[in-house]
């Protein structure tokens, strides 16, 4: 295996990992549990991989920006801007194909930034200013978090989890 080539390209080898992952543990619930929603305020499977595509649009649209800005305006006003158009109801295989290439979308916008774009600083949600390359950790990071959620619920469904299912095929 060779070792990417530079920070930003380990950055992205990392959020591909993680999407990657993340798609697996979506594939891994049948359609017909998209639904599924552990407490009434829970997200359902299918408003949890919107929300991974939405988050992840923003992420890279905002950190590719050369005036970018997490505080310019509110986290509800930058979920309309970059995703406004995805359709709330879609269909698990269209959601998977969604989550698949906007990732690699989302990753190729941020490569053409660049890397020294992406050492540059940029202001966070909370006011403060961080590197954009954090911050590009930061949504590799909520996808993770993302991606439990799913194993989660596949478990409360009565379901093996992806990862489970892989680590036990060997």
């Given at each position: 295996?060779?070792?990417?080539?530079?920070?930003?390209?380990?950055?992205?080898?990392?959020?591909?990992?993680?999407?990657?992952?993340?798609?697996?543990?979506?594939?891994?619930?049948?359609?017909?549990?998209?639904?599924?929603r552990p407490t009434p305020e829970s997200r359902t499977v299918a408003?949890?991989?919107?929300?991974?595509?939405?988050?992840?649009?923003?992420?890279?649209?905002?950190?590719?920006?050369?005036?970018?800005?997490?505080?310019?305006?509110?986290?509800?006003?930058?979920?309309?801007?970059?995703?406004?158009?995805?359709?709330?109801?879609?269909?698990?295989?269209?959601?998977?194909?969604?989550?698949?290439?906007?990732?690699?979308?989302?990753?190729?916008?941020?490569?053409?930034?660049?890397?020294?774009?992406?050492?540059?600083?940029?202001?966070?949600?909370?006011?403060?200013?961080?590197?954009?390359?954090?911050?590009?950790?930061?949504?590799?990071?909520?996808?993770?978090?993302?991606?439990?959620?799913?194993?989660?619920?596949?478990?409360?469904?009565?379901?093996?989890?992806?990862?489970?299912?892989?680590?036990?095929?060997?």
């Open positions: 295996m060779t070792k990417p080539a530079t920070l930003l390209a380990e950055a992205l080898e990392a959020w591909e990992h993680t999407r990657q992952g993340l798609v697996a543990e979506a594939e891994s619930i049948p359609a017909e549990s998209y639904g599924f408003e949890l991989a919107t929300h991974v595509v939405a988050v992840g649009l923003m992420a890279a649209g905002e950190l590719s920006r050369p005036d970018g800005d997490f505080a310019r305006q509110s986290y509800e006003e930058h979920l309309r801007e970059y995703a406004s158009h995805l359709a709330a109801d879609l269909p698990k295989e269209e959601l998977l194909e969604l989550l698949r290439r906007s990732g690699k979308d989302c990753r190729d916008r941020i490569a053409e930034a660049g890397e020294l774009a992406m050492l540059q600083l940029i202001m966070r949600f909370d006011g403060k200013r961080g590197s954009r390359l954090a911050w590009l950790y930061h949504a590799v990071d909520h996808e993770s978090y993302h991606r439990g959620q799913l194993a989660l619920y596949a478990r409360l469904m009565g379901q093996e989890p992806a990862l489970t299912s892989l680590i036990r095929s060997g």
